[in-house]
Structure formats: structure tokens, C-alpha cells
């Protein structure tokens, strides 16, 4: 898969340099958020490549994305309780395995199935 016609490590590797370039020039941003930043870049192109490929197996991908930005928004210095975040996690948790039992079939159907004799 490729964006633009380059790979994903390479957009990665360049939005990495980018990142350093400007926290050391212009933007004042600690080690913690560029961490938290780059997290978010690379679950963004892990989701974008896992829909490429299937769907409905990047559908788990969204909650770590989630949290991911929920990373980094606490990283900018958003306050939220513990409790908080414990249940924004387990809301995208439900709400992706809501989803997903919806796609879930048997690779066999059930008729094909033979009780042991």
C-alpha cells in the first residue's frame, strides 16, 4: 500500500523529522507530546492500511486510535478524571465489539457441522 506513492514508513519517517525540526525551532513542545504525536500519526496510518486491506478487521483498530488521541490530549494538557477515561475506553470498547458482531460469520454453516458419534 502506498500514499501518494510512498510507503507508509517513509511518510512516518518524515512527519517524525518534521516534528523534531519544528519543536526545536518554532513550536515549544516537550518530548512527552512528540511521543504523544507520533502515536497518534502511527495508529492513524496502521488504521488507513488496515482498511485498505479489510474493513472489518480494522475495526478494532479504531479503539486504539481512540485512545491514542486521548493520549495525546492529555499530553497538551487536557484534565480528565480517571474515571473519565476509564469510561471513554470502555464506550469505544463496546461500541467497536458492537460493530463487529455484526460482521462476525462462521466459516462453516452450522448444517455442515456433524455431531460426534
Known sequence: MTLL???????????SAGVALFAALVLPLSIEQQGAIMAVA?????????????GEKAAPL????VQSVLA???AFG?????????SIMAFVAAGVGWYLRT????????AAVTAPK
Open 78 to 86: 487536557l484534565q480528565l478524571a480517571p474515571e473519565v477515561q476509564g
Open 72 to 74: 495525546l490530549a492529555l
Open 62 to 65: 479504531v479503539a486504539g486510535l
Open 42 to 54: 502511527t495508529a492513524v496510518f496502521g488504521v488507513v492500511g488496515a482498511f485498505a486491506v479489510s
Open 5 to 15: 506513492g510512498r510507503e507508509p514508513a517513509q511518510w512516518l519517517g518524515l512527519l
Open 103 to 110: 460482521q462476525v460469520v462462521a466459516p462453516v454453516p452450522a
